[in-house]
Nanobody, 126 residues
């Protein structure tokens, strides 16, 4: 079973920053798209970002574009989500996901996701 392990969540004040990490098996990191979903209390899971395996092409949801940055470190088999200018509405459980092949839109990520991490809580509050 595919193992995706998130870390880095926590409590941060509005306007602050956090960096989430997702440990990904090396073979998966280089061949699949890795992304992030989030689920706020009482809401559906929302895809927010992804990065393709071969080309490293990134995509973002409108709700986070310009504030969040996804990246990867192949030497550490890790995908990161740098979150800046955090808002209370960013409060959610954040999940690392995988999807086969190249995914370039949030809609496609929602349709193609096959693997999920256990999630990490991010709380933005003063």
């Amino acid at each position: 079973q595919l193992q995706l392990v998130e870390s880095g969540g926590g409590l941060v004040q509005p306007g602050g920053s956090l960096r989430l990490s997702c440990a990904v098996p090396g073979s998966i990191l280089r061949s699949q798209t890795i992304g992030w979903f989030r689920q706020a209390p009482g809401k559906l899971r929302e895809p927010i970002s992804c990065i393709s395996g071969r080309e490293g092409i990134t995509a973002y949801a409108d709700s986070v574009r310009g504030r969040f940055t996804i990246s990867r470190d192949n030497s550490r088999n890790t995908v990161y989500l740098q979150m800046n200018s955090l808002k209370p509405e960013d409060t959610a459980v954040y999940y690392c996901v995988s999807a086969p092949g190249w995914v370039s839109t949030m809609r496609a990520l929602s349709q193609e996701v096959v693997g999920w991490g256990q999630g990490t809580q991010v709380t933005v509050s003063s």
